[in-house]
Protein backbone atom coordinates (compact mmCIF):
# COMPACT_ATOMS: atom_id res chain seq x y z
CA UNK A 1 0.00 0.00 0.00
CA UNK A 2 1.05 3.60 -0.39
CA UNK A 3 0.72 5.96 2.28
CA UNK A 4 -1.81 8.81 2.95
CA UNK A 5 -1.74 12.39 1.15
CA UNK A 6 0.63 14.30 3.51
CA UNK A 7 2.62 17.91 3.29
CA UNK A 8 6.51 17.68 3.68
CA UNK A 9 8.34 19.97 5.46
CA UNK A 10 12.46 19.55 6.02
CA UNK A 11 14.03 22.54 9.12
CA UNK A 12 17.48 22.37 9.44
CA UNK A 13 17.25 23.47 12.81
CA UNK A 14 16.02 23.11 16.06
CA UNK A 15 14.18 26.40 15.90
CA UNK A 16 12.76 25.83 12.57
CA UNK A 17 11.63 22.10 13.77
CA UNK A 18 9.88 23.96 17.08
CA UNK A 19 8.47 26.84 14.28
CA UNK A 20 6.50 24.06 12.52
CA UNK A 21 5.63 21.82 15.30
CA UNK A 22 4.00 24.76 16.93
CA UNK A 23 2.07 25.49 13.91
CA UNK A 24 0.29 22.25 13.52
CA UNK A 25 -0.01 20.48 16.59
CA UNK A 26 -1.05 17.31 16.31
CA UNK A 27 -1.83 17.34 12.82
CA UNK A 28 2.39 16.96 12.35
CA UNK A 29 4.14 14.03 13.08
CA UNK A 30 7.95 14.07 13.35
CA UNK A 31 9.95 11.58 10.91
CA UNK A 32 13.40 10.50 11.82
CA UNK A 33 14.93 6.97 10.74
CA UNK A 34 11.50 5.98 9.80
CA UNK A 35 11.91 2.84 10.89
CA UNK A 36 8.29 2.36 12.53
CA UNK A 37 6.57 5.42 10.74
CA UNK A 38 6.92 4.46 7.63
CA UNK A 39 5.01 0.71 7.57
CA UNK A 40 2.52 2.50 9.60
CA UNK A 41 1.81 5.38 6.97
CA UNK A 42 2.16 2.62 3.79
CA UNK A 43 -0.76 0.50 6.19
CA UNK A 44 -3.06 3.63 6.24
CA UNK A 45 -2.79 3.33 10.47
CA UNK A 46 -1.93 6.72 10.66
CA UNK A 47 -2.87 9.87 9.03
CA UNK A 48 -0.74 12.82 9.35
CA UNK A 49 -1.56 15.91 7.32
CA UNK A 50 2.16 17.34 8.23
CA UNK A 51 5.13 15.12 8.15
CA UNK A 52 8.31 16.67 9.71
CA UNK A 53 11.48 15.19 8.36
CA UNK A 54 14.03 16.25 11.04
CA UNK A 55 16.85 14.49 8.85
CA UNK A 56 18.49 17.58 8.27
CA UNK A 57 18.99 18.64 11.71
CA UNK A 58 22.50 17.74 12.28
CA UNK A 59 22.53 19.62 15.91
CA UNK A 60 20.38 16.57 16.72
CA UNK A 61 23.04 13.64 15.90
CA UNK A 62 25.61 13.75 18.69
CA UNK A 63 26.83 11.94 21.50
CA UNK A 64 28.93 13.53 24.56
CA UNK A 65 30.32 12.08 27.19
CA UNK A 66 30.41 15.50 30.23
CA UNK A 67 31.26 14.75 33.89
CA UNK A 68 30.32 11.48 34.00
CA UNK A 69 27.22 12.44 31.83
CA UNK A 70 26.20 10.89 28.36
CA UNK A 71 23.87 12.93 26.37
CA UNK A 72 22.91 11.42 22.86
CA UNK A 73 21.04 13.36 20.27
CA UNK A 74 17.92 12.46 19.12
CA UNK A 75 18.52 12.01 15.66
CA UNK A 76 21.75 9.63 16.78
CA UNK A 77 21.27 6.60 14.75
CA UNK A 78 21.36 3.11 16.73
CA UNK A 79 23.95 1.51 14.80
CA UNK A 80 26.24 4.78 15.49
CA UNK A 81 25.08 4.24 19.44
CA UNK A 82 26.21 0.55 19.17
CA UNK A 83 29.64 1.35 17.35
CA UNK A 84 30.56 4.36 20.28
CA UNK A 85 33.84 3.76 22.57
CA UNK A 86 32.50 5.87 24.86
CA UNK A 87 28.86 4.20 25.03
CA UNK A 88 31.09 0.72 25.41
CA UNK A 89 33.50 1.61 28.14
CA UNK A 90 30.96 3.66 30.15
CA UNK A 91 27.33 2.78 29.19
CA UNK A 92 28.00 -1.04 28.68
CA UNK A 93 24.16 -1.27 29.78
CA UNK A 94 23.03 0.60 26.82
CA UNK A 95 25.66 -1.09 24.12
CA UNK A 96 25.01 -4.86 25.01
CA UNK A 97 20.81 -4.24 24.76
CA UNK A 98 21.60 -2.00 21.21
CA UNK A 99 22.48 -5.55 19.97
CA UNK A 100 19.06 -6.83 19.98
CA UNK A 101 17.29 -4.17 18.25
CA UNK A 102 16.76 -5.02 14.74
CA UNK A 103 19.28 -5.96 11.98
CA UNK A 104 22.03 -3.56 11.23
CA UNK A 105 20.33 -1.94 8.15
CA UNK A 106 17.56 -1.31 10.44
CA UNK A 107 19.79 -0.16 12.89
CA UNK A 108 21.35 2.31 10.17
CA UNK A 109 18.24 4.27 9.65
CA UNK A 110 16.55 4.25 12.82
CA UNK A 111 17.08 6.48 15.80
CA UNK A 112 17.45 6.84 19.66
CA UNK A 113 15.02 9.31 19.66
CA UNK A 114 12.89 7.86 17.50
CA UNK A 115 12.38 4.96 19.25
CA UNK A 116 11.73 6.34 22.89
CA UNK A 117 8.89 8.41 21.06
CA UNK A 118 7.06 5.79 19.47
CA UNK A 119 7.18 3.81 22.69
CA UNK A 120 6.70 0.26 21.66
CA UNK A 121 6.27 -1.92 24.97
CA UNK A 122 8.16 -5.16 23.55
CA UNK A 123 11.35 -1.81 22.20
CA UNK A 124 14.92 -2.60 24.28
CA UNK A 125 15.60 1.40 24.73
CA UNK A 126 12.79 2.36 26.81
CA UNK A 127 13.91 -0.21 29.28
CA UNK A 128 17.39 0.63 29.20
CA UNK A 129 16.77 4.45 29.95
CA UNK A 130 14.35 3.56 33.26
CA UNK A 131 17.24 1.11 34.36
CA UNK A 132 20.01 4.16 33.66
CA UNK A 133 18.03 6.44 35.32
CA UNK A 134 17.35 8.94 32.22
CA UNK A 135 16.51 12.11 32.00
CA UNK A 136 14.61 13.26 28.54
CA UNK A 137 15.05 16.64 26.86
CA UNK A 138 11.51 17.46 25.40
CA UNK A 139 11.49 21.33 23.75
CA UNK A 140 9.26 23.57 22.10
CA UNK A 141 8.66 26.82 21.25
CA UNK A 142 7.97 27.52 25.01
CA UNK A 143 11.00 26.32 26.24
CA UNK A 144 12.71 22.86 27.61
CA UNK A 145 11.35 20.87 30.06
CA UNK A 146 13.26 17.89 31.79
CA UNK A 147 11.36 14.70 32.07
CA UNK A 148 12.57 11.38 33.60
CA UNK A 149 12.21 8.21 31.50
CA UNK A 150 10.38 6.77 34.47
CA UNK A 151 7.70 9.35 33.61
CA UNK A 152 7.91 9.91 30.05
CA UNK A 153 6.35 6.36 28.90
CA UNK A 154 2.81 6.94 29.74
CA UNK A 155 0.92 4.12 28.01
CA UNK A 156 0.78 1.64 25.24
CA UNK A 157 2.73 3.88 22.68
CA UNK A 158 1.90 6.77 24.12
CA UNK A 159 4.28 9.73 25.78
CA UNK A 160 4.12 12.41 28.03
CA UNK A 161 5.20 14.69 24.63
CA UNK A 162 3.13 17.66 23.98
CA UNK A 163 1.57 17.81 19.79
CA UNK A 164 4.17 20.50 19.77
CA UNK A 165 7.34 19.29 21.77
CA UNK A 166 9.91 17.79 20.16
CA UNK A 167 12.07 15.01 22.47
CA UNK A 168 15.56 16.52 21.64
CA UNK A 169 18.11 14.86 23.76
CA UNK A 170 18.80 12.09 26.24
CA UNK A 171 20.85 12.64 29.28
CA UNK A 172 22.05 9.83 31.26
CA UNK A 173 23.98 9.51 34.53
CA UNK A 174 27.41 7.61 34.68
CA UNK A 175 26.51 4.24 37.10
CA UNK A 176 28.38 4.41 40.24
CA UNK A 177 32.05 2.49 40.98
CA UNK A 178 31.44 -1.27 41.40
CA UNK A 179 28.18 -1.16 39.33
CA UNK A 180 27.42 -4.63 36.56
CA UNK A 181 24.93 -4.79 34.11
CA UNK A 182 22.88 -7.35 32.03
CA UNK A 183 20.27 -7.83 29.29
CA UNK A 184 18.69 -10.42 28.37
CA UNK A 185 15.82 -10.91 25.77
CA UNK A 186 13.76 -13.71 24.31
CA UNK A 187 12.05 -13.14 21.11
CA UNK A 188 10.90 -15.29 18.29
CA UNK A 189 14.18 -14.89 15.91
CA UNK A 190 17.13 -12.73 16.40
CA UNK A 191 16.23 -9.33 15.90
CA UNK A 192 12.42 -9.52 16.84
CA UNK A 193 10.89 -7.83 19.33
CA UNK A 194 11.02 -9.10 22.42
CA UNK A 195 8.41 -11.39 23.79
CA UNK A 196 10.05 -10.73 27.10
CA UNK A 197 13.28 -8.84 28.12
CA UNK A 198 15.37 -7.92 31.17
CA UNK A 199 17.40 -4.66 31.90
CA UNK A 200 19.56 -5.27 35.15
CA UNK A 201 21.77 -2.46 36.84
CA UNK A 202 23.54 -3.62 40.71
CA UNK A 203 25.76 -1.82 42.22
CA UNK A 204 27.79 -3.11 45.55
CA UNK A 205 29.95 -1.69 48.00
CA UNK A 206 33.74 -3.16 48.88
CA UNK A 207 32.09 -5.54 51.46
CA UNK A 208 29.71 -6.41 48.55
CA UNK A 209 26.70 -5.03 49.67
CA UNK A 210 24.58 -4.13 47.33
CA UNK A 211 23.62 -0.64 48.18
CA UNK A 212 21.46 -0.09 44.29
CA UNK A 213 19.81 -2.27 42.06
CA UNK A 214 17.32 -1.86 38.93
CA UNK A 215 15.75 -3.75 37.11
CA UNK A 216 13.09 -3.31 34.50
CA UNK A 217 11.28 -5.78 31.93
CA UNK A 218 9.92 -4.91 28.72
CA UNK A 219 7.52 -7.25 26.76
CA UNK A 220 5.20 -7.51 29.74
CA UNK A 221 2.16 -4.57 29.37
CA UNK A 222 1.73 -1.22 28.30
CA UNK A 223 4.82 0.40 29.20
CA UNK A 224 8.38 -0.80 30.82
CA UNK A 225 7.72 -1.86 34.39
CA UNK A 226 10.40 -1.38 37.45
CA UNK A 227 10.70 -3.72 39.63
CA UNK A 228 10.82 -2.77 43.23
CA UNK A 229 13.90 -4.40 45.31
CA UNK A 230 13.92 -2.90 48.30
CA UNK A 231 12.91 -5.90 49.83
CA UNK A 232 15.38 -8.55 48.43
CA UNK A 233 18.24 -7.32 47.24
CA UNK A 234 19.28 -3.69 47.77
CA UNK A 235 20.92 -3.71 52.00
CA UNK A 236 22.06 -7.16 51.97
CA UNK A 237 25.06 -9.15 50.35
CA UNK A 238 23.20 -11.08 47.28
CA UNK A 239 22.75 -14.48 47.60
CA UNK A 240 21.37 -17.01 45.33
CA UNK A 241 18.52 -17.52 47.81
CA UNK A 242 18.17 -13.44 47.75
CA UNK A 243 18.29 -13.05 43.34
CA UNK A 244 15.37 -15.74 43.13
CA UNK A 245 13.02 -13.84 46.17
CA UNK A 246 13.55 -10.74 43.39
CA UNK A 247 13.00 -13.42 40.13
CA UNK A 248 9.88 -14.27 41.87
CA UNK A 249 9.04 -10.46 42.76
CA UNK A 250 9.30 -9.64 38.54
CA UNK A 251 6.83 -12.41 37.85
CA UNK A 252 4.32 -11.15 40.55
CA UNK A 253 4.67 -7.66 39.24
CA UNK A 254 3.65 -8.21 35.71
CA UNK A 255 0.60 -8.93 34.35
CA UNK A 256 1.06 -9.30 30.27
CA UNK A 257 -1.66 -9.82 27.87
CA UNK A 258 -1.81 -13.27 25.78
CA UNK A 259 -1.28 -12.60 22.10
CA UNK A 260 -0.64 -14.67 18.54
CA UNK A 261 3.17 -14.85 19.82
CA UNK A 262 2.98 -16.14 23.73
CA UNK A 263 0.52 -17.00 26.23
CA UNK A 264 0.43 -14.43 29.29
CA UNK A 265 1.65 -17.40 31.63
CA UNK A 266 4.82 -18.13 29.05
CA UNK A 267 5.76 -14.30 29.37
CA UNK A 268 5.45 -14.83 33.04
CA UNK A 269 7.74 -17.52 33.63
CA UNK A 270 10.23 -15.43 31.29
CA UNK A 271 9.75 -13.01 33.19
CA UNK A 272 11.28 -14.73 36.60
CA UNK A 273 13.69 -16.54 34.37
CA UNK A 274 15.12 -13.70 32.48
CA UNK A 275 15.32 -11.98 36.36
CA UNK A 276 17.04 -14.18 37.63
CA UNK A 277 19.66 -14.72 34.82
CA UNK A 278 20.27 -11.07 34.26
CA UNK A 279 20.46 -9.98 37.96
CA UNK A 280 23.10 -13.14 38.26
CA UNK A 281 25.24 -11.36 35.61
CA UNK A 282 25.47 -8.45 36.70
CA UNK A 283 26.01 -9.25 40.68
CA UNK A 284 28.96 -10.99 38.90
CA UNK A 285 29.92 -8.33 36.38
CA UNK A 286 30.05 -5.96 39.65
CA UNK A 287 32.33 -8.13 41.58
CA UNK A 288 30.09 -10.27 43.55
CA UNK A 289 29.58 -14.02 43.91
CA UNK A 290 25.76 -15.68 43.62
Not at 22 to 36: R, Y
Not at 46 to 58: F, H, K, Q
Not at 130 to 146: M, V
Not at 207 to 216: E, I, K, P, Q, S
Amino acid sequence: MKPPVFDYFAPTTVDETHRVLAEHQADGKILAGGQSLVPVLNMRLAYPAVLIDINRVSELDHITLDNGRLTIGALTRQQTLLESDVVAEHFPLLAEATRYIGHRTIRNRGTVGGSLAHADPAAELPAVMLALNAELTLSSTRGQRQVPAQDFFVDYMTTALNPDELLQAVQIPAPAPRSGWSFKEVSRRHGDFALVATAALVTLDEAGTCTDARLVLTGVGPTPVTVDLSTTLIGAVPTADAVAAAADAAREAVDPPSDVHATSDYRRHLARVLSRRALTTAIERAGGRV
